[in-house]
């Protein structure tokens, strides 16, 4: 053997995985198809968003949570209906379990810190049992998401320095290996050393081969989301016909290989038309990978239209119901919608997911933080504004409505029809109550201080002049989580068709639908899926270390 346990892939998972491992005295060999600068993986390129239950931050801000309310919001939000939900199920079950009660306490003494208003996203906008969380959950790390690698990173690091952990990157897997009918490891090629910078797309060209031995192997490879074709073969009829035109928001390297390989192996794949991709994605002015998308995550007061200028129906409001949103929107035969706004809106209700698009949170800077409630534009968002292929901005509305058409080539939006549309909803502004559910939903926003705070702005008409100039944004269909994968059991072993173990064979992360081969079910709710890493990573980790003593 080369090693007790063999990791393959470096993002969040993998190295949680292998941080357990080596804390437990095992030797472990982690490799990657990419280069050492791409440590990390997805996790580097996140908001850092975790989500936890009745936790300090909560408390303080008059948020009371318990286990029963976040179980019945994960419920009513993964609608659990097939056969094969039962280890998803319990998967769920014990991840909320975690997050209410032992997760924050060990991230915390790590070193992991939050920022202290929590966020609502995805907060559903149905009845109690539907989807969404009933209060707020998301929890921006300090640091977004390299804060939340860094205390995995430096022990999978010092474990490397002392010899117990071997770093092997541009090593890319090509099949599972067997010995006497046992799984004992993996093959592939080596590919050529590559300088680009971290997500950009690498080279694939092969310098020579490579086959490794170990008691076990860990599958911890990410999604699909970077793979349009498997995108667009997985997409669910309840979703509609897939867009022709999609963006991404994961590199080019997140390309459900080795999901596929471990099926090949014997593994057993379920849910694979369950995903959760996101509805408010912008081309990158200036991108990284292919495809590159951002994602808004808007406050709730954008006027949200679909392709032909009709306004979405409730609960389909900005940060509501991710997936009801894109189900109304493929079935208008089009791809893409759009937000209409107001400069008071952009400023103060539009985050751009990431971690480079955050950089005040990012490099931890309390200037930059503070800087967000003066009169100007978060940089970012300016540089949307000033850049993106995506943003309109004019002073009238008619205006803005034939520049609309323009962008996209066609003459679906009627300028005259749009400003009946703004002025309806402007009417409704006029008094403290309404019968317009979005606008009851601005007003219920903001009776949450964080939301008044930092994420919703006050009620005003959008064509009030000096709220302005009007913004309209393109919206297109972004690629992102994989929500259904291979199928493990509570210690995070692989199963084969009949649903007896594979061997040896482990799975966390995203290729796992985050543990048990869909732990969210049909919907997520935010702030879960780098969560949903390290509590998998960390479950195969520790029962790795005991299976292979």
């Given at each position: 053997m080369d090693a007790d346990v063999i990791v393959?892939?470096?993002?969040?998972?993998?190295?949680?995985?292998?941080?357990?491992?080596?804390?437990?005295?095992?030797?472990?060999?982690l490799i990657d198809q990419e280069g050492e600068q791409n440590l990390g993986g997805q996790a580097f390129w996140s908001f850092g968003g975790l989500f936890f239950v009745d936790s300090p931050e909560q408390r303080r801000m008059g948020i009371r949570d318990t286990f029963d309310l976040a179980w019945q919001d994960w419920q009513g939000s993964a609608g659990f209906d097939r056969p094969e939900d039962d280890w998803a199920r319990r998967w769920a079950e014990a991840y909320v379990h975690f997050a209410h009660e032992e997760k924050r306490a060990w991230l915390h003494a790590q070193g992991m810190r939050w920022f202290p208003l929590v966020g609502w996203a995805e907060r559903g906008g149905g009845l109690a049992t539907g989807h969404g969380n009933s209060v707020p959950r998301f929890h921006v790390t300090w640091g977004t998401g390299p804060g939340v690698l860094a205390p995995f990173i430096a022990k999978v690091r010092?474990?490397?320095?002392?010899?117990?952990?071997?770093?092997?990157?541009?090593?890319?897997?090509?099949?599972?290996?067997?010995?006497?009918?046992?799984?004992?490891?993996?093959?592939?090629?080596?590919?050529?050393?590559?300088?680009?910078?971290?997500?950009?797309?690498?080279?694939?060209?092969?310098?020579?081969?490579?086959?490794?031995?170990?008691?076990?192997?860990?599958?911890?490879?990410?999604?699909?989301?970077?793979?349009?074709?498997?995108?667009?073969?997985?997409w669910p009829a309840r979703l509609g016909t897939p867009p022709d035109f999609l963006?991404?928001?994961?590199?080019?390297?997140?390309?459900?290989?080795?999901?596929?390989?471990?099926?090949?192996?014997?593994?057993?794949?379920?849910?694979?038309?369950?995903?959760?991709?996101?509805?408010?994605?912008?081309?990158?002015?200036?991108?990284?990978?292919?495809?590159?998308?951002?994602?808004?995550?808007?406050?709730?007061?954008?006027?949200?239209?679909?392709?032909?200028?009709?306004?979405?129906?409730?609960?389909?409001?900005?940060?509501?119901?991710?997936?009801?949103?894109?189900?109304?929107?493929?079935?208008?035969?089009?791809?893409?919608?759009?937000?209409?706004?107001?400069?008071?809106?952009?400023?103060?209700?539009?985050?751009?997911?990431?971690?480079?698009?955050?950089?005040?949170?990012?490099?931890?800077?309390?200037?930059?933080?503070?800087?967000?409630?003066?009169k100007g534009l978060p940089p970012p968002v300016q540089a949307f504004m000033d850049k993106g292929a995506d943003?309109?901005?004019?002073t009238d509305v008619k205006a803005l409505g034939r520049r609309m058409n323009a962008l996209v080539g066609t003459s679906l939006i009627d300028p005259e029809a749009l400003e009946r549309e703004i002025v309806a909803r402007d009417r409704e502004i006029e008094n403290p109550f309404s019968k317009d559910a979005q606008v009851i939903a601005i007003r219920g926003a903001r009776n949450y201080?964080?939301?008044?705070?930092?994420?919703?702005?006050?009620?005003?008409?959008?064509?009030?002049?000096?709220?302005?100039?009007?913004?309209?944004?393109?919206?297109?269909?972004?690629?992102?989580?994989?929500?259904?994968?291979?199928?493990?059991?509570?210690?995070?072993?692989?199963?084969?068709?009949?649903?007896?173990?594979?061997?040896?064979?482990?799975?966390?992360?995203?290729?796992?639908?985050?543990?048990?081969?869909?732990v969210h079910g049909y919907r997520s709710l935010e702030g879960t899926f780098l969560g949903g890493c390290i509590f998998s990573g960390r479950t195969a980790g520790r029962a790795m270390a005991k299976a292979v003593a």
């Amino acid at each position: 053997m080369d090693a007790d346990v063999i990791v393959v892939g470096a993002g969040l998972a993998g190295l949680v995985a292998t941080a357990e491992l080596a804390a437990a005295g095992r030797k472990v060999i982690l490799i990657d198809q990419e280069g050492e600068q791409n440590l990390g993986g997805q996790a580097f390129w996140s908001f850092g968003g975790l989500f936890f239950v009745d936790s300090p931050e909560q408390r303080r801000m008059g948020i009371r949570d318990t286990f029963d309310l976040a179980w019945q919001d994960w419920q009513g939000s993964a609608g659990f209906d097939r056969p094969e939900d039962d280890w998803a199920r319990r998967w769920a079950e014990a991840y909320v379990h975690f997050a209410h009660e032992e997760k924050r306490a060990w991230l915390h003494a790590q070193g992991m810190r939050w920022f202290p208003l929590v966020g609502w996203a995805e907060r559903g906008g149905g009845l109690a049992t539907g989807h969404g969380n009933s209060v707020p959950r998301f929890h921006v790390t300090w640091g977004t998401g390299p804060g939340v690698l860094a205390p995995f990173i430096a022990k999978v690091r010092a474990a490397a320095a002392s010899g117990q952990v071997q770093l092997k990157f541009r090593h890319r897997v090509d099949g599972l290996t067997r010995s006497g009918g046992v799984i004992d490891g993996v093959e592939g090629e080596i590919l050529e050393p590559s300088t680009v910078a971290r997500g950009e797309a690498s080279s694939r060209v092969a310098t020579g081969t490579f086959a490794l031995k170990a008691q076990a192997v860990l599958v911890a490879s990410g999604g699909i989301g970077g793979n349009f074709d498997l995108v667009r073969q997985n997409w669910p009829a309840r979703l509609g016909t897939p867009p022709d035109f999609l963006v991404s928001g994961v590199p080019a390297h997140v390309d459900g290989r080795m999901q596929l390989i471990t099926e090949g192996a014997g593994g057993r794949i379920v849910n694979r038309d369950r995903m959760w991709h996101y509805v408010e994605g912008v081309r990158n002015w200036n991108p990284i990978w292919p495809s590159h998308g951002i994602r808004i995550l808007p406050g709730p007061s954008s006027i949200w239209l679909d392709a032909t200028g009709r306004r979405l129906p409730a609960p389909n409001f900005p940060g509501f119901d991710t997936l009801a949103s894109l189900e109304h929107i493929m079935k208008t035969g089009h791809g893409y919608s759009w937000f209409v706004l107001s400069r008071a809106i952009i400023k103060k209700e539009f985050a751009l997911s990431g971690s480079e698009q955050n950089p005040d949170l990012t490099n931890k800077s309390i200037t930059g933080i503070l800087s967000r409630l003066g009169k100007g534009l978060p940089p970012p968002v300016q540089a949307f504004m000033d850049k993106g292929a995506d943003f309109i901005v004019d002073t009238d509305v008619k205006a803005l409505g034939r520049r609309m058409n323009a962008l996209v080539g066609t003459s679906l939006i009627d300028p005259e029809a749009l400003e009946r549309e703004i002025v309806a909803r402007d009417r409704e502004i006029e008094n403290p109550f309404s019968k317009d559910a979005q606008v009851i939903a601005i007003r219920g926003a903001r009776n949450y201080r964080g939301d008044k705070l930092m994420r919703t702005a006050p009620p005003h008409r959008i064509l009030d002049p000096a709220k302005g100039p009007l913004i309209a944004v393109k919206l297109n269909i972004l690629t992102r989580k994989t929500l259904g994968g291979l199928q493990t059991d509570l210690d995070g072993r692989v199963l084969g068709a009949g649903g007896a173990p594979l061997g040896n064979v482990y799975s966390a992360g995203e290729v796992a639908g985050f543990g048990g081969g869909g732990v969210h079910g049909y919907r997520s709710l935010e702030g879960t899926f780098l969560g949903g890493c390290i509590f998998s990573g960390r479950t195969a980790g520790r029962a790795m270390a005991k299976a292979v003593a």
